[in-house]
């Protein structure tokens, strides 16, 4: 049986749309299902977040350039357990600055006074590489592409860009396949801007082109098509990688899974929290954006659940190994549950009508030889409500 190819959602920047990828996409056809999103009309980074998850159905790889690095960082904050390999190119995640503010509205000015065409020239050439100002007809694509923009679609965007929210520390809660794309000549989002968010992302990769500038995407299309191919195949070689170490990692990841779960049902909550990191982090599928700290704050979310008999059923779990001390576990969990103990009959408690359908995504290490659970990110996806 023929395996369909994964979906790749391609996010354009700051005044980008489908030609900043179409050149990759073609190359990467055979690859993935590849589509692009650019975000003209909206103003805010967390609705172009949501404008992207409301029309991409199922779990999909995400790769972002400059601002739409931005948005991708934000789909993942939203829907973490959707995003199964994560790509951000030419792009940051520091906050707002003082000194950035002027320099945007200069940019304003310039296309309320001059037009869009002349922002064009303020904008886009200093940006690019000097390999990509002497392409001739790259720049004049390029200019093409921004003069489409609006005034207004640009002063949405600026907009989201200088009220984006500080990424910086959702950086540590990545563990899929990630892949950080820079170029010698990006001045506006530099090497070193990307070496620091890979310190962060455990696991992650960083690709440098020589000769590339900010616009990386269409000024060496081939190098960051083939940096993309090589990072969808990740999750592929690790699979195919059956060794006995492998297979026992597996077996040992999956069985500490299955155990929380069970001491999660018998509400044995000191063990439960034994099985997490000391900095081990919890996303609860009831909150999925609250984010509980640290072994005991963990203990005492649990201490504090109203008492409840509940039944988690685990299935299709997946493991990825990203190196011999640090693996993911991918879990789809059925919910049962009942509020209190009402005993029906030959003693058995009735469930409420009540059954939630979610998954669990949980990072796991090794610690002195033991694989605990460093990270657990829960989301409800199905609600289905019986006859009362």
């Keep these: 049986m023929l395996m369909s190819n994964p979906q790749l959602v391609c996010l354009a920047g700051l005044l980008c749309d489908q030609r900043m990828w179409a050149s990759i996409a073609a190359q990467l056809e055979k690859e993935a299902d590849v589509k692009i999103v650019s975000f003209a009309g909206f103003d805010d980074l967390t609705a172009m977040a949501q404008h992207v998850l409301a029309n991409v159905e199922g779990d999909f790889a995400l790769a972002g350039h400059s601002m739409g690095g931005r948005v ?113 000549e990006d001045t506006w989002s530099p090497v070193e801007q990307h070496q620091k968010m890979q310190q962060k992302i455990l696991g992650s990769e960083l690709v440098v082109i020589d000769g590339a500038g900010h616009m990386a995407p269409v000024e060496e299309p081939a190098k960051v098509a083939q940096a993309l191919k090589s990072w969808l195949q990740t999750n592929r070689r690790a699979k195919n990688d059956q060794t006995i170490e492998n297979i026992l990692i597996e077996w040992q990841c999956q069985k500490r899974i299955t155990h929380s779960i069970n001491l999660l049902d018998q509400g044995r909550w000191q063990e439960l929290a034994d099985c997490y990191t000391e900095d081990g982090v919890l996303f609860r599928p009831s909150a999925p954006t609250e984010k509980i700290e640290g072994r005991e704050a963990i203990l005492a ?29 991918t879990s789809r969990v059925v919910l049962f549950a009942a509020n209190k103990k009402a005993e029906s009959l030959e003693g058995m408690v009735q469930a409420n009508a009540d059954v939630f359908i979610g998954r669990f995504v949980d990072e796991l290490k090794r610690v002195q030889g033991e694989w605990l659970i460093a990270k657990r990110q829960g989301s409800i996806e199905l609600h289905y409500k019986g006859a009362e």
């Design 72 to 184: 991708a960082l934000e789909i993942h904050r939203l829907a973490p357990q959707r995003i199964t390999h994560l790509a951000l190119l030419n792009t940051g995640v520091h906050p707002r600055s003082d000194k950035e503010i002027p320099g945007r509205m200069r940019l304003l000015e310039a296309a309320k006074n001059q037009g869009m065409s002349a922002l064009a020239e303020q904008w886009l050439t200093p940006m690019m590489s000097p390999k990509g100002r002497n392409n001739g007809e790259l720049m004049a694509t390029l200019r093409q592409m921004v003069a489409s923009y609006s005034l207004e679609d640009f002063e949405k965007q600026i907009h989201a860009l200088l009220n984006r929210p500080n990424a910086e520390e959702q950086l540590a809660q990545i563990s899929v396949p990630t892949l950080l794309l820079s170029g010698t």
């Design 301 to 329: 979310s649990f201490t504090a659940r109203p008492a409840k008999e509940t039944c988690h059923v685990l299935a299709n779990q997946e493991t990825q190994i990203i190196h011999a001390e640090h693996a993911i576990v």
